[in-house]
């Protein structure tokens, strides 16, 4: 899909035809829209397509007529009904007379200057268009890492009550969207460095500012995933052990009990071997029945007072 946007006073309004210092933002552009825009603006293909490929690292490339910056932004992925956090690129590309943005999918990031929710946006102040993006990047990642935290709090919640599979599978599906957070941040990093000291991508007085402001958002979105990366797995571990450790008690409950339960079931096998009744014990008389049954019920609630005392119950 090709989209085509303008800011007229201070406006964003989305046109059809491709005029100078115009967006033109592709979100899941078909092989003949890359071709289309690849020869209207002397541009490479592979550059518009490299956004498409989930696994391509964050970058900038400097060409004669063009300039490519290619960053990782956050994304929500449904499964199995539930929301779960993911990276995928964005590639933004800087012409002389327009700038093109190219993703997989829709994005808030881009979805902001879209609907003109973003302060000072001007579609022909391409370089403060592209520190406003990154920008806006580095404030969705932190939004996003709240929401995760907030969403590791329930369930820690729900594992203090019901200490089920479902749960840690649900935090390590977490701890995964922290890991991708915090890889994609540090290629980010990497890129606003390059960013900063690329001379060949200008960048006004004013720019400078924003531009600090936005390694600023990176720098802090990267602690907040670290910490938060930290606490999960601190988490993680303390209910992995705490599980482990209900079993280990519940499994020497059961041993108790299979040991107290074992003397009955000795002494009936005594009594029921094959053998001369005469040499039993309490077999000739009328309750013999009943004070073995006794005997048995005294010897396992000594048994199980020992084990009482020794906490074995």
Known sequence: MIQIFKTEEGIVHQTDEIELNSWIALTDPTAAEILEIADHFRLDPDHLRAPLD????????????????????????????????????????????????????????????????????????????????????????????????KKSEVIEKKLHKSQKNQELIELLELEKSLLYFTTSLRSNEVVLEKLMRSEKIKKYSEDEELLEDVIIENKQAIEMANIYSGILGGTMDTFASVISNNQNLVMKFLTTVTIVMSIPTMISSFYGMNVNIAGM?????????????????????????????????
């Open 281 to 313: 014990p309490f077999a000739q008389n009328r309750y013999g029945f009943l004070i073995i049954i006794g005997i048995s019920v005294l010897i396992c609630l000594l048994i199980a007072w020992i084990f009482s005392k020794k906490d074995l119950f």
């Open 54 to 149: 989930e696994e391509e690292r964050s970058r900038i490339e400097i060409e004669e007529d063009y300039s490519l910056v290619l960053v990782d932004i956050p994304s929500i992925e449904e499964r199995s009904g539930k929301d779960w956090y993911v990276t995928i690129p964005l590639g933004i590309i800087m012409t002389d007379t327009n700038i093109i943005t190219v993703c997989l999918e829709e994005t808030p990031v881009l979805n902001a200057f879209m609907d003109g929710r973003v302060r000072d946006f001007h579609t022909y102040m391409k370089t403060r268009f592209i520190l406003q993006v990154l920008y806006k990047n580095a404030s969705l990642y932190l939004q996003y890492l709240r929401i995760i935290e």
